[in-house]
């Protein structure tokens, strides 16, 4: 049996905050309808997926903190 601990609205909430469909598909090496078929509640949201996007979203977070921080130079 899977642990499943992510439901589909917070999956969605936080891929929404790193990038659209596309691009988060594309960074993860899966297709645009797995993440579409994750937030719609269709599949369920392994931890695997989970930590994925979180891992995702962490290195989006740092990329943009140091843009940011060139920027202030």
Known sequence: M???RMGHKEYRKKRKSIGSQVKV???LGINKQTISNRERGIY??????????????????????TAMAKSDD
């Open 2 to 4: 899977k642990d499943i």
């Open 25 to 27: 598909a594309g960074w």
């Open 44 to 65: 369920g949201i392994t931890s695997e997926a989970e930590l994925a996007l979180i891992h995702l979203e962490m290195i989006h977070s740092m990329a943009d903190s």
